[in-house]
């Protein structure tokens, strides 16, 4: 069992960045980019000039899009280390992103009342929600009252 962390957090202590190792890093970073609207910020370059990464802007982070030549490793449910990353979309952004992933060939593979989880193409877990702030009061009664609004299949 661990103890409590002792002194003070830093108040500059947030996510920095995620990596995604792909052997098809324009690929991926487009999926990103397509699917998520998210804002690319550099592209880095190996020594022989090749593409090895793309970074995007992920709401104060970067998802960094990292060249591997490990093969894809593949995560159903909760897995060892990291096996999801989930976006925080609208419920309406929900269901139009839904759409969007069905039409690229990444179905929605579950569903719960406020979250929907598909794969990116390599197979990374992913998942669209909009689970309710807790801090929103608004949405924390609708918690409290364990009911949740529904949404339309795609």
Known sequence: MSSAPTGVPPRSLALHHLALGTAEVEGLASFYREVF??????????AQGG???????????????????????????????????????TREERARLERELAAR????EGRTAFTSYARDPDGNR??????????????AATLADNTAPSIPEP
Do not use: C, K, N, Y
């Open 37 to 46: 609207h998210l804002e690319e910020t550099s592209r880095q370059l190996d």
């Open 51 to 89: 593409l090895r990464s793309i970074w995007l802007e992920l709401g104060g982070a970067l998802l960094m899009i990292e060249r591997s030549g490990d093969p894809r490793r593949r995560v159903d449910g909760v897995g060892s280390g990291l096996f999801l990353m989930a976006f925080r979309v």
């Open 105 to 108: 060939g990444s179905p929605i």
């Open 126 to 139: 992913l998942a669209i929600s909009h689970h309710p702030d807790p801090r929103d009061s608004e949405l």
